[in-house]
C-alpha cells in the first residue's frame, strides 16, 4: 500500500515520497502518464515497482487534475498545478538539503512532457523523458477531449484559441531560456508520435547545437510499449547520473557449464560507489569479478546483477542482467504441471536426477501462503480451490546432498 500525502497549496498535490540512501544525495522525480482510456483507475503512479531497487529519494507526483490529468498545468492554463508541483518539488529539496542540480525528473508520455517541462523550466539536474508530447494541444484535441475542456475550456470560449497555441508551444518556449539540463531521451519511429512530437523537437535541440542523450529504438513498436522499453533505458542510464559511474559496455555469456561478465566500466566517482556484480542463488548473493569465468557448484536457478554500493557496503541500486538453471548434471531443469480436475487444482513437479529427491510446497492464494507441505518424496499434490482467485505453488527440491533448488510455478486464475 502507497502511503499517499496531500501537499497544500494553489493547487493541493498527492504525492508518494520513499526516502532512499543519504550517501546518494539525489532525489528523483516520478510524474504520471495517462492510464488507459478503459482504464477503471483514472489517475496512477508510474514506476513505483521499477524503481524499487534503486535506493534514492523519490517523489512520485500524481496528476489528479480534471478527468484524467492536465499535464500538470492546471484548469484553463492558469499553472495553479505547475507553481504547486514546483512548491512541492523544492520543499522536499530543501528539506533533504538536495541542490538543484541534484534533482532528476522522470516519465513517459504525458509523464515524459512533464519531466522535460519541470526539468528545463526550473533549471533541475537532468531528465529522462519517454515518447513525450510537445504540441500537446494538438494531442489532447484528437486523443483526450477531457483534458482539452480542462486544460483549454470550450471552444466557443474567447480565450481558446490562445490558450490552445500557448500549450502547442510551451514546450518549444523552454529552448529560448539556457538548458543546463542533462537530457536523456527516447523514442522511437514505430510510434505514430515520433513524428508529430518528438522528432520537431529532437531537430530545434540540434539545430541550437543543444547536447542529448537519444535512444530511437527499432524493439519498440508503438507507442504504448514505452512502459517496457523507457525502463531499460532508464536504468541503464541512471547509474551515470546518480553515480558517476560509467558502463562502456557489458555482456553477460552463459555457457553450459559457466558463465563471464565481458565489462569496460569508468567509475568517476572517486570510489564513493563501487560498481559490483553477483549471482543469486536460493536467496543467497555471491559477488564475483568481471573478465572472470565463473563455474556454479551447486544446481539451481541463478539470477545475475550488477548493483552499485556505497563505502558503508549499502546496495543503493541494482539491476538483473540475465539468469539461467545450472543442474551441474545432477539435477535437469524441473518442470511443474498444473490440471484442474472437479474443483481441485493437481500440481506435479517433473525432473530427471541422478539422486534421490525430496520434495516441499508452499501454496499461495492471492500472493498469501495458505498451505505448506514439508519434505516428502511425493513429488506431487492435490488441493480444493475458490473460484476468483489466483494461485502459485512454491516449490522446493532437496537432493540427497543438502542442496535445495526454489522456484515458482506461473499465477493459476480460477
Known amino acids: 500500500m502507497l502511503d499517499e500525502k496531500i501537499y497544500y497549496s494553489d493547487k493541493n498535490i498527492k504525492y508518494v515520497f520513499s526516502k532512499g540512501n543519504e550517501t546518494v544525495n539525489k532525489l528523483i522525480v516520478i510524474f504520471s502518464g495517462y492510464a488507459a482510456k478503459d482504464s477503471t483507475l483514472k489517475h496512477r503512479y508510474n514506476y513505483v515497482n521499477i524503481l524499487k531497487d534503486v535506493n534514492v529519494h523519490k517523489l512520485f507526483i500524481l496528476d489528479d487534475n480534471g478527468e484524467t490529468g492536465s499535464y500538470y498545468f492546471g484548469n484553463a492554463m492558469n499553472f495553479s498545478v505547475d507553481s504547486s508541483v514546483i ?24 509523464g515524459g512532457s512533464a519531466a522535460l517541462y519541470f526539468g528545463l523550466k526550473y533549471k533541475l539536474g ?42 502547442n508551444s510551451v514546450m518549444f518556449n ?4 539556457p538548458i543546463v539540463s542533462n537530457l536523456y531521451l527516447i523514442s522511437s519511429e514505430n510510434d505514430w508520435q515520433y513524428q508529430i512530437h518528438v522528432k520537431p523537437f529532437v531537430d530545434k535541440l540540434k539545430e541550437l547545437d543543444i547536447s542529448f542523450d537519444f535512444n530511437l529504438s527499432n524493439e519498440m513498436q508503438n507507442h504504448s510499449e514505452i512502459s517496457i522499453y523507457f525502463p531499460i533505458y532508464f536504468k541503464s542510464k541512471l547509474i551515470e547520473e546518480l553515480f558517476n559511474i560509467y558502463i562502456k559496455n557489458m555482456n553477460l555469456e552463459l555457457m553450459k557449464d559457466t558463465f563471464k ?3 569496460n566500466s ?6 564513493s560507489f563501487l560498481l559490483k556484480y553477483d549471482y543469486r542463488i536460493n536467496n543467497t548473493r555471491t559477488t564475483f569479478s568481471p573478465n572472470t569465468l565463473v563455474t556454479p557448484t551447486i544446481p539451481g536457478y541463478y539470477k545475475f546483477y550488477y548493483s552499485v554500493e556505497n563505502t558503508f557496503g549499502d546496495v543503493v541500486y541494482q539491476q538483473i542482467i540475465g539468469e539461467k538453471y545450472y543442474g551441474l548434471g545432477i539435477v535437469s531443469e524441473p518442470t511443474i504441471k498444473l490440471d484442474l480436475v472437479s474443483e481441485r487444482l493437481f500440481c506435479e513437479v517433473i525432473t530427471h536426477s ?17 498451505d ?6 511425493n513429488n506431487k499434490i492435490d488441493f480444493e480451490i475458490r473460484t476468483n482467485a489466483t494461485y502459485t505453488i512454491q516449490y522446493f527440491i532437496q537432493t540427497d546432498s543438502g542442496h535445495k533448488i526454489i522456484n515458482n510455478s506461473n499465477p493459476f486464475h480460477t
Do not use: C, W
Not at 144 to 167: F, T, V
Open 174 to 177: 523552454l529552448l529560448k531560456s
Open 372 to 377: 505448506k507441505i514439508m519434505y516428502q518424496k
Open 354 to 370: 541422478t539422486v534421490e529427491l525430496s520434495y516441499a510446497f508452499y501454496i499461495k492464494e492471492n500472493g498469501s501462503i495458505i
Open 266 to 271: 569508468y567509475n568517476h566517482s572517486k570510489n
Open 87 to 110: 512548491s512541492l518539488i523544492l520543499f522536499k529539496a530543501r528539506e533533504l538539503h538536495i541542490n538543484l542540480e541534484n534533482i532528476i525528473t522522470l516519465g513517459s508520455s504525458k
Open 261 to 263: 561478465v565481458y565489462e
Open 126 to 167: 537532468a531528465v529522462f523523458a519517454g515518447a513525450f508530447q510537445t504540441k500537446i494541444a494538438d494531442l489532447i484535441e484528437m486523443r483526450r477531449p477531457e483534458s482539452e475542456i480542462y486544460l483549454l475550456g470550450p471552444k466557443d470560449n474567447p480565450d481558446y484559441k490562445h490558450r490552445y497555441e500557448q500549450l
